[in-house]
């Protein structure tokens, strides 16, 4: 059964803040407790991806990852693409497994993952001067 313990959260912050930290990304992680590892994007150096959404609350916008196709969505840049690549090798860590069977109907999976840039109760903030320390840390700029 998907689950994400508190022993496991412990277990992978550390690697997820490690690319988080590399990429001058800021973000929060959530889950515990449930079958979904959760982060979600709070400020970078990438603006929101074009495809993003307005909360039908709020009105701040968001933009929902599929962890399955993002790889292939239009509406990311290569830049959050390699980003969020290494952000899910991350929240998979050593321990992740996945061992379902859709023709079968048979779920079996350490645990789900979930990305999401923006939170939609509050604004995503794009913010250059990360963009600028980015470009620094890998010798561009």
């Known amino acids: 059964m998907a689950y ?11 690697e997820i803040k ?5 990429w001058k990304m800021k973000g929060s992680i959530s889950g515990q407790g449930s079958a979904t590892l959760k982060v979600t994007i709070n400020a970078g150096p990438f603006s929101l991806p ?3 959404h307005n909360h039908w609350n709020t009105g ?5 990852v599929n962890p399955y196709w993002y790889q292939t969505a239009e509406g990311l840049s290569g830049s959050w693409k390699n980003f969020l690549s ?19 109907d048979y779920f079996h999976t350490a645990y ?6 923006g939170a939609g109760t509050k604004e995503y903030r794009f913010e250059p001067k990360l963009r600028k320390a980015l470009l620094k840390s890998v010798g561009i700029a």
């Open 4 to 14: 994400v313990s508190k022993e496991t959260k412990q277990v992978i912050a550390p």
């Open 18 to 22: 490690r690319v988080l930290k590399k």
């Open 50 to 52: 074009k495809a993003s």
């Open 60 to 64: 701040y916008e968001y933009y929902q």
């Open 86 to 104: 290494e952000l899910e090798s991350a929240m998979k860590g050593s321990i992740w497994f996945d061992k379902s069977d859709s023709m079968t």
């Open 112 to 117: 789900y993952i979930d990305m999401q840039i």
